[in-house]
């Protein structure tokens, strides 16, 4: 059975940071691109950013959080990371991760998405 498990979520300041971890367990996450996704209240799920199997193309991000987040991964580590920085209240949110099956160094994360994790809640607030 496999299992793919957000964390490092939780309540943060405006302007603050938190770094995000998906870890797999029962399945190998080297196999895969792997993707971050939101959703906040009332507003449907959106893409983050894709890395690469091996990390070594150009990660993707969305425009809202561009120069602001960063991907990364430790494949000996079965884990893949988000790095959140200079956090606004825009960015509250559960946070999930997924795996992709197939990557383009143009188009980044391609689906099907096969596993999601079960998310883990970001909060930005004063």
């Known amino acids: 059975q496999w299992q793919l498990v957000e964390s490092g979520g939780g309540l943060v300041q405006p302007g603050g940071s938190l770094r995000l971890s998906c870890a797999g367990s029962?399945?190998?996450?080297?196999?895969?691109?792997i993707g971050w996704f939101r959703q906040a209240p009332g507003k449907e799920r959106e893409g983050v950013s894709c890395?690469?199997?091996?990390?070594?193309?150009?990660?993707k991000y969305a425009e809202s959080v561009k120069g602001r987040f960063t991907i990364s991964r430790d494949n000996a580590m079965n884990t893949v990371y988000l790095q959140m920085n200079s956090l606004s209240s825009e960015d509250t949110a559960v946070y999930y991760c997924?795996?992709?099956?197939?990557?383009?160094?143009?188009?980044?994360?391609?689906?099907?998405?096969?596993?999601w994790g079960q998310g883990t809640q970001v909060t930005v607030s004063s």
């Open positions: 997924a795996t992709a099956a197939f990557y383009s160094a143009n188009r980044g994360c391609l689906g099907p998405y096969d596993h």
């Open positions: 029962g399945l190998t996450l080297d196999d895969y691109s």
């Open positions: 890395i690469s199997r091996s990390g070594g193309d150009s990660p």
